[in-house]
């Protein structure tokens, strides 16, 4: 039997947690991720379990006909006793509320849409199933979204902060130390990152297996577990190939002997690694934004645009499965593109 793929341990590993969550909800909620399991990934639903849990322990605190109760005993039929006021005051906690932890958290417009929109296909998944007569969730407007400007990399700090993952000139002394051993694998990763436009959980999953020199390509796996080849240019093959020789000598953690990317314990580099990894590199070099790996996408996919002005392929490369998800990430510079060609099209020729 071969050994299970990073991708397929992630996933067991997400059913398993997403199961004690489960357990801490009520216990139709169980019907629920049954019957969503077909159509969406284990990470979705993790999501969607941690959303439920805000509701649950909002009626607790909240909703008089609930508040002190265990929310586990709660019985389906609570579903239907609600009304449209209570699920407005759910709305007006999300904005800020206390975690189970005691600390304060204070959503995003986007936060909270995400967790309306969980609400809603909780309630319509009974209701399409005839389990409630009442879908009061279908009352509620989604909250306003305003839109956000995307955070990106100039082409300028691009290079500097390539030139400073290889150089390290402006790392604290401490920092350096680490430096020296972490340089070439630094900068394969994040000219991979801001080359090719992957996601940084399709970074740390790649194999040695999975890149192809000769051809500038890497095989990766999208969300939903949909495999693709994704290709680089010589820049960025040229790090990867001063990595690899690098890799091949070192004498990985057992159980990691095959993943492409490593941390200084010798074993696969995790997402939260690689995060705490730009964001050092990206606040010596632009610290008055907040660069994240997305961000590192962003650029990618913003530079892809300009160059070649064709969204689909650039929904192509990211791995967008809906095109118009493309066009709302980069319907600024859309505009920009209609505004600089007003004058392509001349209708007199001048004299």
Do not use: W
């Amino acid at each position: 039997m071969s050994a299970l793929s990073y991708h397929e341990q992630k996933d067991i590993e997400n059913i398993k947690h997403l199961r004690m969550l489960i357990k801490e909800l009520p216990d139709f909620c169980a019907d629920f991720f049954r019957g969503i399991e077909p159509q969406t990934s284990t990470r979705t639903r993790i999501a969607y379990a941690y959303d439920l849990r805000i509701f649950f322990e909002f009626l607790r605190q909240e909703n008089s006909a609930v508040a002190g109760m265990d929310y586990r005993s709660l019985p389906l039929s609570i579903l239907e006793q609600l009304t449209i006021t209570d699920l407005e005051e759910y709305l007006e906690y999300l904005k800020c509320h206390p975690s189970l932890e005691g600390t304060d958290v204070i959503n995003t417009e986007r936060g909270i849409m995400r967790k309306v929109a969980s609400l809603r296909s909780f309630y319509n998944y009974f209701y399409r199933n005839q389990r409630i007569e009442r879908n009061v969730a279908a009352l509620l407007r989604m909250p306003k979204l305003h839109e956000k400007e995307i955070i990106r990399l100039e082409i300028d700090e691009i290079a500097r902060l390539l030139d400073l993952v290889e150089e390290g000139e402006q790392l604290t002394e401490k920092q350096k130390i680490y430096h020296e051993r972490t340089r070439v694998r630094d900068l394969a990763m994040l000219s991979l990152l801001l080359g090719t436009g992957i996601r940084v959980s399709e970074c740390v999953g790649l194999n040695l297996t999975d890149v192809d020199l000769d051809a500038c390509g890497i095989r990766i796996f999208r969300k939903g577990g949909k495999e693709a080849v994704v290709y680089f240019s010589d820049e960025v093959c040229n790090t990867l190939e001063q990595y690899i020789m690098e890799r091949e000598q070192m004498d990985a953690f057992p159980g990691h002997e095959e993943a492409l990317f490593l941390s200084m314990q010798r074993k696969r580099i995790n997402v939260r690694s690689v995060e705490k990894l730009v964001k050092k590199y990206s606040r010596l070099v632009t610290p008055l934004k907040k660069i994240t790996p997305h961000k590192l996408r962003s650029t990618y996919g913003t530079n892809l645009y300009r160059e070649t002005g064709d969204i689909y392929l650039v929904a192509s490369v990211l791995g967008h499965n809906d095109v118009n998800t493309t066009k709302k990430h980069y319907a600024a510079l859309e505009d920009e593109r209609r505004r600089s060609a007003r004058n392509k099209v001349r209708l007199r020729e001048e004299s």
